[in-house]
């Protein structure tokens, strides 16, 4: 079936480290994907997207990677800051149109 | 801030009261959509409007229904709700119509939410 999964349900890092929150996709047809972010009392926020005709792009301190061979999809936060805690959601873009959520990662980032 | 507000930002009803949420949306967008998330599980859709047609039911329970007058507001009227309900209720909108065939890539912007709680 078609699902949007995350590795890991919590992360943890140091201020100034680098984060990677993982996610893997089971649709191969899936063309677009989107990373959230979604701090406490808040709605999602949008960080970046990559459409799959792309394996990377790049943001303000975030990156996003695709490895189509694999279904895996990455955020890469650089040096992680305390604002940067949150819940990281990523989105698939599957065939019905519809954008199909993971459940989420926490990052927690420790000063 | 996104763009898109909502509210009450907090509810607390009886499984037999009626209440509304509000949602409006200063960005210009044409398309509108209702989310429900759930503790410890995944957003899931459950309407979408396009230029104020709805478009998609998400085999949603006829206790949940849209309402949306114009292409900036849009309302999820609430009765006789069951404590499973209890959530919460984000409301989005994206600039380009989503297109149920597949093809809609458009990235949607959250409102904060509302917090729903059934008693």
């Known amino acids: 079936g078609e699902s949007v999964g995350l590795h890991l349900p919590t992360l943890s890092v140091q201020e100034g480290d680098n984060s990677i929150i993982n996610c893997a996709y089971s649709n191969s047809a899936s063309d677009y994907f989107i990373w959230y972010k979604q701090e406490s009392g808040k709605g999602p926020q949008f960080i970046i997207d990559?459409?799959?005709?792309?394996d990377k792009r790049q943001g303000q301190r975030v990156t996003v990677l695709l490895n189509k061979t694999v279904k895996h999809l990455s955020l890469q936060i650089a040096a992680t800051q305390p604002g940067d805690s949150a819940v990281y959601f990523c989105?698939?873009?599957?065939?019905?149109?519809?954008?199909?959520f993971g459940q989420g990662t926490e990052l927690s980032v420790k000063p | 801030e996104t763009g898109v507000t909502q509210t009450p930002r907090h509810l607390v009803m009886g499984m037999t009261n009626k209440k509304s949420l509000k949602c409006e949306q200063h960005?210009?967008?044409?398309?509108m959509y209702w989310y429900k998330q759930s503790a410890k599980k995944p957003l899931e859709l459950m309407f979408v409007y396009n230029f104020k047609e709805q478009t998609e039911n998400n085999s949603v329970p006829s206790r949940f229904s849209p309402e949306c007058p114009n292409s900036s507001h849009l309302f999820l009227h609430l009765h006789t709700l069951q404590p499973e309900d209890s959530a919460l209720y984000l409301c989005?909108?994206?600039?380009?119509?989503?297109?149920?065939?597949?093809?809609?890539?458009?990235?949607?912007?959250f409102g904060p939410g509302t917090r729903l709680t059934v008693l």
């Open positions: 990559i459409r799959s005709n792309m």
């Open positions: 989005a909108s994206s600039q380009d119509p989503w297109e149920p065939s597949g093809g809609g890539t458009d990235t949607q912007y």
């Open positions: 960005l210009g967008h044409n398309a």
């Open positions: 989105a698939e873009n599957n065939v019905g149109g519809k954008l199909i």
